[in-house]
Nanobody, 124 residues
């Protein structure tokens, strides 16, 4: 599957952005999907994940209550709604697909396919 993330940009602290990740290739509903981010000089970290139907979602503590992950299997797209953004959220955001979910939704090495990333910059 090929993934293309979009929707990043520059926003002031307290603002909102919605990221999208469009998938092409194999049936999108076969994949467990995740969002990760990587700030300059830091490791790539888990942000949020969603199961095949969208019925289960998972979040990093740092974004819980502010970010919402969702998916539309008919549109082959996963979304990340980001509210109450903080300067610490500044990073390149990546979507990822896992074809054989093993339960470790936070572990980046379990994901098989990655998009190129979209930059989110939050100014103070």
């Amino acid at each position: 599957v090929q993934l293309q993330a979009s929707g990043g940009g520059l926003v002031q602290a307290g603002g909102s952005l919605r990221l999208s990740c469009a998938a092409s290739g194999r049936p999108f509903s076969n994949y467990f999907m995740g969002w990760f981010r990587q700030a300059p000089g830091k490791e790539r970290e888990f942000v949020a994940a969603i199961n095949w139907s969208g019925g289960a979602t998972y979040y990093a503590d740092s974004v819980k209550g502010r970010f919402t992950i969702s998916r539309d299997n008919a549109k082959n797209t996963v979304y990340l709604q980001m509210n109450s953004l903080k300067p610490g959220d500044t990073a390149v955001y990546y979507c990822a697909a896992d074809r054989s979910y093993s339960g470790n939704y936070y572990y980046r090495y379990d994901y098989d396919f990655w998009g190129r990333g979209t930059l989110v910059t939050v100014s103070s």
